[in-house]
């Protein structure tokens, strides 16, 4: 059942019931690469395996919470679904909605969204409002909003966007045989990290592995509230899915993290923008700047020696980098050549002339 959505595939983990009405895009079931380029590009000694979540149907990982947060408000009877978001969240809720056939209400920070994002909600047909404030007044909003009965709050304070989102940490074990060494991730409101470690946990205390990754959640320097230990007010980066000052599952990130021997760190814009350009030049694999943060991490992790000699390492990039395409053409760092229709000008053009 691989291919048929990650309710069906992982249920006997999830809280579904045989006649729950199901509502899938058959997400999951993403590949996972071992990139060995990226490795020797960073002097070797490890191995690592890149979980590419931007694969998934609505291009990043929150399909995975959203087919049973929407699967769930279906069957109690709810009409709308309202979340805030960075984008991703909208993009998903906006799909999974048109799909259950839901209306869905989208609050965003205005003028902070992603181009491919917003096409995503607009064309699904979300009511999507930009509120004149950042991600926390929005989430605050919905909490208010989601008081109503008919209305279901489906951002990763809902408990069902974390049980459908650990099922990434089973798969993650089921390719592997085993649970990896690390795990690094970007940490935005922490509900990833969260997830994925129930969800280790869970198949560990089923008896399908035997170990437990340590847990290597990434913030982004202007946005770092869980690394320095307070509220950002004003929270700034190019990361645009991970641009939180206070996050919904703080407490919980630092348990992962905690309890796993693991960290949770944060690394620069530069330094996500080199890991974006890197990953897809040395890799052909093109995230989001989110995503780059864990790719970031693991740069930082391995110069500093914190990466064991031998080590198997998962990273979840989370979203596609065809989200953000104005960030990447600027990242880029080279720009497309006019020539003369003649072979002459495109030789010299391409330094063959
Ligand atoms: C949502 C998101 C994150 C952050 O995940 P959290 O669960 O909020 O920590 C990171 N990257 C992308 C692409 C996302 O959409």
């Known amino acids: 059942m691989a291919g048929h959505g990650i309710i069906r595939r992982y249920r006997e983990f999830l809280p579904v019931e045989s006649d729950t009405p199901i509502v899938s895009l058959n997400e999951g079931n993403t590949p996972q690469i071992e990139t060995r380029n990226l490795v020797n590009a960073l002097g070797g000694g490890f191995h690592l395996f890149i979980k590419f979540e931007g694969l998934n149907p609505t291009a990043s990982f929150k399909d995975r919470g959203m087919t049973l947060a929407v699967t769930k408000a279906l069957e109690r009877g709810a009409r709308i679904i309202v979340c805030a978001s960075t984008g991703n969240t909208s993009a998903s809720a906006a799909a999974y909605a048109a799909r259950a056939g839901m209306t869905c209400v989208v609050l965003i920070p205005e003028g902070k969204i992603a181009y491919g994002k917003m096409a995503q909600a607009l064309i699904h047909g979300a009511k999507t409002l930009e509120v004149r404030g950042n991600f926390d007044d929005s989430l605050e909003l919905v909490r208010e909003l989601g008081e109503r009965e008919e209305i279901e709050i489906v951002n990763s304070i809902n408990p069902f966007r974390i049980q459908g989102q650990k099922t990434a940490a089973f798969e993650v074990c089921d390719d592997l045989g085993e649970a990896p060494d690390m795990h690094f991730l970007p940490v935005g409101n922490a509900g990833n990290i969260t997830s994925y470690w129930l969800g280790y946990n869970e198949y560990r205390n089923s008896g399908r592995t035997s170990s437990l990754p340590r847990m290597m959640g990434w913030q982004a320097e202007g946005a770092a509230p869980i690394v320095r230990g307070e509220i950002v007010k004003y929270p700034e980066t190019v990361a645009t899915a991970i641009r939180i000052g206070n996050p919904a599952s703080w407490e ?23 890991a974006q350009r890197m990953l897809a030049r040395t890799e052909g694999i093109f995230v989001e700047p989110a995503s780059a943060a864990g790719i970031a991490g693991i740069v930082k992790s391995h110069s500093l020696g914190v990466i064991p000699e031998g080590s198997r390492v998962v990273v979840t990039v989370t979203g ?25 000008s495109v030789l010299y053009a391409i330094g063959l002339g």
């Open 320 to 344: 596609h980098g065809l989200k953000d395409p104005g960030v990447a053409i600027e990242n880029a760092k080279s720009k497309s050549t006019v020539v003369n229709p003649d072979l002459t």
């Open 252 to 274: 919980k990130a630092v348990r992962a993290a905690e309890e796993s021997s693991g960290t949770i760190d944060c690394v620069s814009d530069e330094e996500i923008l080199d």
